[in-house]
């Protein structure tokens, strides 16, 4: 049985930039909730998506860099190392890619879905992932982390485009976060 994907929210949307709460309950209901999210996180052929990005407002993302889905609830940087350069991508920006220069290696602590304590190390694309979609949680894009001159291009060229259609057209094999 496959589920509905989530629409995916887009730049724009003023539930990108608005801070996520903790996540108190982990019952069923968020169980389906995280289900949801990784199918529709694979439908948008994305690594990584943080609830916000389907409109709600809970810390919580879902990655999979190619082991399997994984989620990670309130989650938190414990320690963050090194300087790695990625181009970024984002499903709520789809079409847009930034160079953008954030830690190489990342170690999360959060819950897991059981409400266990985790510890997941992530480094280069997954430790992207953790920040990424970390920034998502407290209403931040990639588009804020680049530098004034670049964030005004982008800004302006964001203004050009239809970026639900992009998103709807999402047919190439992007890795967006
Ligand atoms: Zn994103």
């Not at 209901?29 to 916000?52: E, H, I, Q, S």
């Not at 190489?104 to 694309?125: A, N, Q, Y």
Request: proline residues 5%; aromatic residues 6%.
């Amino acid at each position: 049985m496959s589920r509905t994907p989530y629409p995916i929210r887009v730049f724009g949307d003023p539930v990108l930039k608005q801070t996520a709460k903790e996540v108190t309950e982990l019952d069923g209901k968020l169980a389906r909730f995280v289900d949801t999210m990784v199918d529709t996180m694979y439908d948008a052929a994305g690594v990584g998506l943080a609830a916000p990005q389907v409109g709600v407002q809970k810390r919580m993302f879902t990655y999979d860099v190619g082991e399997g889905p994984q989620v990670l609830i309130n989650p938190q940087v414990a320690e963050a190392t090194g300087e790695w350069e990625y181009e970024e991508g984002c499903l709520s920006i789809p079409g847009f890619h930034f160079k953008i220069v954030r830690p190489k290696v990342i170690t999360m602590t959060g819950l897991d879905l059981d409400g266990h304590e985790v510890v997941v190390e992530g480094d280069e694309l997954l430790g992207r992932v953790f920040l990424h979609e970390l920034d998502h949680l407290d209403g931040v894009l990639m588009l804020d982390r680049l530098d004034p001159d670049e964030r005004k291009r982008a800004l302006r060229e964001l203004r050009d485009v239809d970026l639900e259609r992009l998103g709807l057209e999402r047919l190439d094999d992007a890795r967006d976060l």
